[in-house]
Protein backbone atom coordinates (compact mmCIF):
# COMPACT_ATOMS: atom_id res chain seq x y z
CA UNK A 1 0.00 0.00 0.00
CA UNK A 2 3.28 2.38 0.59
CA UNK A 3 4.33 1.63 -2.52
CA UNK A 4 1.40 2.75 -4.51
CA UNK A 5 0.36 5.50 -2.49
CA UNK A 6 4.35 6.79 -3.10
CA UNK A 7 4.04 5.84 -6.85
CA UNK A 8 0.50 8.12 -7.01
CA UNK A 9 2.43 10.72 -5.84
CA UNK A 10 5.12 10.32 -7.97
CA UNK A 11 2.79 10.44 -11.00
CA UNK A 12 1.13 13.63 -10.04
CA UNK A 13 4.09 14.89 -8.84
CA UNK A 14 6.06 14.63 -12.04
CA UNK A 15 2.44 15.63 -14.29
CA UNK A 16 2.64 18.46 -12.30
CA UNK A 17 6.30 19.11 -13.14
CA UNK A 18 6.00 18.63 -16.41
CA UNK A 19 2.87 21.05 -17.33
CA UNK A 20 4.89 23.58 -15.68
CA UNK A 21 3.26 24.16 -12.29
CA UNK A 22 5.19 25.56 -9.45
CA UNK A 23 3.89 26.37 -5.68
CA UNK A 24 4.56 30.54 -5.06
CA UNK A 25 3.78 30.53 -1.63
CA UNK A 26 0.04 31.95 -0.31
CA UNK A 27 -0.56 34.67 2.37
CA UNK A 28 -2.08 32.72 5.48
CA UNK A 29 -5.54 33.34 5.79
CA UNK A 30 -7.25 31.16 8.43
CA UNK A 31 -5.10 28.22 8.74
CA UNK A 32 -4.55 27.37 4.70
CA UNK A 33 -2.73 24.77 4.18
CA UNK A 34 1.13 24.84 3.56
CA UNK A 35 2.35 24.61 -0.02
CA UNK A 36 2.67 21.06 0.15
CA UNK A 37 -0.34 19.55 2.55
CA UNK A 38 -2.27 21.50 -0.34
CA UNK A 39 -0.94 19.94 -3.45
CA UNK A 40 -1.20 16.50 -2.02
CA UNK A 41 -5.06 16.98 -1.06
CA UNK A 42 -5.56 18.08 -4.59
CA UNK A 43 -3.96 14.81 -5.71
CA UNK A 44 -5.77 13.04 -2.70
CA UNK A 45 -9.17 14.56 -3.94
CA UNK A 46 -8.02 13.84 -7.54
CA UNK A 47 -7.47 10.32 -6.87
CA UNK A 48 -10.61 9.18 -4.96
CA UNK A 49 -13.10 10.17 -8.18
CA UNK A 50 -14.70 7.54 -8.72
CA UNK A 51 -14.51 7.37 -12.76
CA UNK A 52 -11.06 8.14 -12.63
CA UNK A 53 -9.35 5.55 -15.18
CA UNK A 54 -6.53 4.14 -16.88
CA UNK A 55 -8.09 6.60 -19.85
CA UNK A 56 -8.25 9.89 -18.28
CA UNK A 57 -5.52 12.07 -17.71
CA UNK A 58 -5.87 14.90 -14.61
CA UNK A 59 -3.07 16.54 -14.04
CA UNK A 60 -2.66 20.40 -12.30
CA UNK A 61 -0.61 23.31 -11.18
CA UNK A 62 -1.37 25.23 -8.29
CA UNK A 63 -0.17 29.28 -7.98
CA UNK A 64 -0.75 30.73 -4.57
CA UNK A 65 -4.28 29.32 -4.06
CA UNK A 66 -5.44 28.99 -7.34
CA UNK A 67 -5.89 25.53 -9.14
CA UNK A 68 -5.50 25.22 -12.40
CA UNK A 69 -7.07 21.49 -13.61
CA UNK A 70 -5.33 20.55 -17.14
CA UNK A 71 -5.30 16.67 -18.36
CA UNK A 72 -8.14 14.56 -20.68
CA UNK A 73 -11.00 12.78 -19.95
CA UNK A 74 -13.24 10.53 -21.79
CA UNK A 75 -16.49 11.52 -19.55
CA UNK A 76 -17.55 14.95 -19.52
CA UNK A 77 -18.87 14.09 -15.47
CA UNK A 78 -15.39 13.71 -14.92
CA UNK A 79 -14.16 17.29 -15.61
CA UNK A 80 -16.91 18.95 -13.47
CA UNK A 81 -16.25 16.05 -10.79
CA UNK A 82 -12.66 17.17 -10.50
CA UNK A 83 -13.61 20.91 -10.24
CA UNK A 84 -16.20 20.28 -8.21
CA UNK A 85 -14.11 18.68 -5.60
CA UNK A 86 -11.00 20.78 -5.88
CA UNK A 87 -12.88 23.77 -5.30
CA UNK A 88 -14.07 22.31 -1.72
CA UNK A 89 -10.41 21.92 -0.75
CA UNK A 90 -9.20 23.95 2.27
CA UNK A 91 -7.07 26.36 1.14
CA UNK A 92 -8.08 26.71 -2.40
CA UNK A 93 -9.41 30.44 -4.13
CA UNK A 94 -10.42 29.65 -7.12
CA UNK A 95 -10.37 26.60 -9.67
CA UNK A 96 -9.35 26.62 -13.74
CA UNK A 97 -10.92 23.84 -15.49
CA UNK A 98 -9.15 23.40 -18.57
CA UNK A 99 -9.68 19.58 -18.98
CA UNK A 100 -10.18 18.33 -22.12
CA UNK A 101 -13.24 16.17 -22.83
CA UNK A 102 -12.33 13.83 -25.58
CA UNK A 103 -14.80 13.45 -28.53
CA UNK A 104 -16.91 10.25 -28.26
CA UNK A 105 -15.70 8.01 -31.15
CA UNK A 106 -16.68 4.02 -31.09
CA UNK A 107 -13.42 3.86 -32.75
CA UNK A 108 -11.12 5.38 -29.94
CA UNK A 109 -13.36 3.32 -27.70
CA UNK A 110 -12.34 -0.01 -29.47
CA UNK A 111 -8.63 1.37 -29.62
CA UNK A 112 -8.96 1.96 -25.91
CA UNK A 113 -9.19 -0.94 -25.53
CA UNK A 114 -6.85 -3.01 -27.84
CA UNK A 115 -4.30 -0.75 -26.48
CA UNK A 116 -5.27 -1.54 -22.39
CA UNK A 117 -5.05 -5.47 -23.66
CA UNK A 118 -1.81 -4.81 -25.57
CA UNK A 119 0.08 -3.01 -22.94
CA UNK A 120 -1.17 -4.31 -19.71
CA UNK A 121 -1.56 -8.16 -21.29
CA UNK A 122 2.58 -7.68 -21.58
CA UNK A 123 4.41 -9.75 -18.71
CA UNK A 124 6.81 -6.67 -18.89
CA UNK A 125 4.18 -3.83 -17.87
CA UNK A 126 1.25 -6.24 -16.16
CA UNK A 127 2.54 -5.10 -13.04
CA UNK A 128 1.44 -1.39 -13.49
CA UNK A 129 -1.91 -2.35 -14.20
CA UNK A 130 -2.49 -4.05 -10.79
CA UNK A 131 -2.54 -0.72 -9.00
CA UNK A 132 -6.07 1.20 -8.12
CA UNK A 133 -5.43 3.85 -10.97
CA UNK A 134 -3.01 2.17 -13.24
CA UNK A 135 0.33 4.01 -13.43
CA UNK A 136 0.15 4.02 -17.43
CA UNK A 137 -2.89 6.54 -18.78
CA UNK A 138 -3.94 5.54 -22.21
CA UNK A 139 -5.41 8.82 -24.07
CA UNK A 140 -6.95 8.20 -27.30
CA UNK A 141 -7.91 10.79 -29.35
CA UNK A 142 -9.17 10.39 -33.10
CA UNK A 143 -7.17 7.50 -34.04
CA UNK A 144 -3.90 8.88 -32.05
CA UNK A 145 -2.29 7.37 -28.69
CA UNK A 146 -0.26 9.42 -26.07
CA UNK A 147 1.06 7.43 -22.82
CA UNK A 148 0.74 9.90 -20.05
CA UNK A 149 2.67 8.68 -16.19
CA UNK A 150 4.80 6.96 -14.63
CA UNK A 151 7.13 3.89 -14.85
CA UNK A 152 10.23 2.61 -13.23
CA UNK A 153 12.36 2.17 -15.92
CA UNK A 154 13.67 3.42 -19.38
CA UNK A 155 12.96 -0.07 -20.65
CA UNK A 156 9.43 -0.24 -19.59
CA UNK A 157 8.78 3.31 -20.95
CA UNK A 158 9.95 1.77 -24.29
CA UNK A 159 8.16 -1.29 -23.91
CA UNK A 160 5.34 0.50 -23.60
CA UNK A 161 5.62 2.38 -26.60
CA UNK A 162 6.42 -0.42 -28.61
CA UNK A 163 3.77 -2.26 -27.50
CA UNK A 164 0.84 0.80 -28.05
CA UNK A 165 2.62 1.10 -31.60
CA UNK A 166 1.69 -2.42 -32.36
CA UNK A 167 -1.55 -1.59 -31.99
CA UNK A 168 -4.00 -2.02 -34.97
CA UNK A 169 -5.31 1.11 -37.11
CA UNK A 170 -3.17 3.75 -34.77
CA UNK A 171 -2.30 6.94 -36.48
CA UNK A 172 0.67 7.85 -34.46
CA UNK A 173 1.96 7.50 -31.06
CA UNK A 174 3.48 9.84 -28.60
CA UNK A 175 5.28 8.33 -25.28
CA UNK A 176 5.35 10.87 -22.31
CA UNK A 177 5.95 8.13 -19.63
CA UNK A 178 8.39 9.62 -17.09
CA UNK A 179 10.72 7.50 -15.20
CA UNK A 180 10.79 7.89 -12.10
CA UNK A 181 13.91 8.27 -10.28
CA UNK A 182 14.93 6.11 -7.62
Not at 5 to 33: D, I, N
Not at 44 to 60: K, T
Not at 66 to 91: C, F, H, I, M
Request: charged share 20%; proline share 5%; no cysteine.
Amino acid sequence: MRKHTRTLFTVFALTWALVGGHYAGATPQKQEPKGGDLMKEVRHQLVLLPYYSVFDNLAYKIEGSKVTLVGQVVRPTLKSDAENVVKKVEGVSSVDNQIEVLPVSPMDDQTRRAAYRTIYGDPGLSRYGFQAVPSIHIIVKNGNITLEGVVDSEGDKNLAGIRANSVPNVFSVKNNLVVASS
